[in-house]
């Protein structure tokens, strides 16, 4: 049993050696993990921005009936991203859209997992403010305030209190979609286990690295959106 476990430990630690420090592999994971914050960070502000302002639009059609002709591009393109593999949208981008264009291939990410984002918020966004009671709105416009003030400071804070999980669970998975980024032969997190794997023939320890640094990442993004929420509750109460 004794001799297991040294013959184990021994291997464990030839693999680790072979994997991570010789010629500085571990360069591939740190570099294609920075690349992946950064496609996330940027893809989620784009999500974000892109994604209220659909919402905007399209619950003012609902409730006012007006805009009819940008709701439906908006529903137009809500249906094509949502029915569509993710994958497929970076290489429509990549290969098709930008493909006479010499662009960068972070941005070129950037840009498609932003669009793609920018769908499942719209919808998370106006579930959230379709749940904010009718009569808000009709406070707000009882008080003087136009429509647009009333959505910006009585009817949005409500509605972002609700969906905040939800936004939350959102960029997770926006995170972990980024790791098909190397169809476009982009070095990101997953691609950099990949090629450690490739030069050392073994699958086990590049792959559960990569495994490990994704999970911590979205344990600790899951707790600061637990945080957060804990804290709206708290000052619902006070």
């Not at 910006?152 to 995170?175: D, T, Y």
Request: hydrophobic content about 50%; charged content about 15%; proline content about 2%.
């Amino acid at each position: 049993m004794n001799e297991f476990i040294v013959k184990f430990i021994n291997d464990f630690k030839i693999s680790f050696i072979n994997n991570f420090i010789t010629d500085d592999r571990w360069q591939y994971l740190t570099k294609g993990l920075f690349v992946t914050l950064q496609i996330t960070f940027f893809a989620v502000i784009i999500g974000i921005f892109l994604g209220f302002l659909i919402a905007i639009i399209r619950t003012t059609y609902d409730k006012t009936n007006k805009l009819k002709v940008l709701n439906a591009i908006c529903k137009l393109y809500i249906t094509i991203i949502r029915g569509t593999p993710v994958v497929l949208q970076l290489l429509i981008i990549y290969y098709v859209v930008f493909a006479t264009v010499a662009i960068d291939k972070v941005l070129a990410a950037v840009i498609a997992f932003g669009l793609n984002s920018a769908a499942y918020v719209a919808e998370i966004v106006r579930s959230g403010i379709m749940s904010v009671d009718e009569g808000q709105m009709e406070a707000g416009r009882s008080l003087g305030f136009t429509y647009g003030q009333t959505m910006w400071h009585i009817v949005l804070p409500q509605a972002f209190k609700n969906i905040l999980p939800a936004l939350g669970n959102e960029f997770i998975v926006l995170l972990k979609e980024t790791s098909v980024s190397g169809y476009i032969a982009l070095a990101d997190l997953t691609k950099g286990g990949e090629y450690i794997r490739s030069r050392t023939y073994d699958a086990f320890m590049p792959l559960i690295a990569v495994a490990i640094i994704y999970l911590s990442i979205v344990m600790l993004l899951t707790h600061l959106v637990n945080k957060l929420e804990r804290r709206m509750r708290r000052s619902d109460r006070s």
